[in-house]
């Protein structure tokens, strides 16, 4: 392999983390109808650039949502709260809330891909998170046996409507909303 050919490599892969960081910031600020020629030019390189790495604006949402939810998941799964079964509960659902306040734009796409019917890769991970924490809770007496993982997501996907209805104070409207909605989860 030439030096040439490692350059464009290396080129290659700095401009689809380009993409990426400014997908993810577009994304995150305007919602998900910002447009891959916006994108690009935010990216600083050029719309063909753009589409050879991602070839439709759903490739490049799907895997910003992928690494999205592995870093909620990441957060999720603080040590701290490890002991108490109702806080490693209530701590993954504020945590997913949290971050989906701090990026409006992609939080109905976090919602609906964490909703989505066949939870696989990332999501899916997600949702086993969820589940197991959930009937560590349950078992403990502390969360509502009926409690499913379609009411973890129903909290998430209001969350997200929530927040496209605060712009400006997502922060503090999500997080009344999660609380008065975990409040209707613990077992009494």
Do not use: Y
Not at 57 to 73: C, F, V
Not at 100 to 122: D, F, M, Y
Not at 175 to 186: I, K, P, Q
Request: some cysteine; proline content about 4%.
């Amino acid at each position: 392999m030439t030096v040439a050919e490692r350059r464009l490599r290396a080129d290659a892969a700095h401009n689809r983390q380009l993409i990426l960081d400014a997908g993810r910031a577009a994304f995150a600020s305007d919602g998900i109808d910002v447009s891959m020629a916006e994108i690009a030019r935010r990216a600083g390189v050029g719309f063909a650039t753009a589409q050879r790495r991602f070839p439709t604006k759903d490739h490049l949402l799907r895997e910003i949502i992928a690494e999205e939810l592995s870093g909620i998941q990441e957060a999720a799964t603080d040590p701290a709260s490890a002991g108490d079964p109702w806080e490693a509960f209530t701590t993954s659902i504020r945590t997913c809330a949290a971050h989906q306040a701090l990026h409006p734009g992609l939080a109905g796409a976090i919602a609906e891909s964490v909703s989505a019917a066949t939870l696989t890769g990332p999501a899916g991970h997600i949702g086993s998170m969820f589940t197991s924490i959930a009937q560590q809770a349950t078992n403990a007496g502390m969360l509502r046996p009926d409690v499913t993982l379609g009411d973890v997501l129903a909290i998430l996907q209001g969350n997200a409507g929530v927040i496209a209805h605060s712009p400006g104070n997502e922060m503090p409207a999500s997080a009344r909303f999660v609380e008065l909605a975990l409040r209707g989860l613990r077992a009494n």
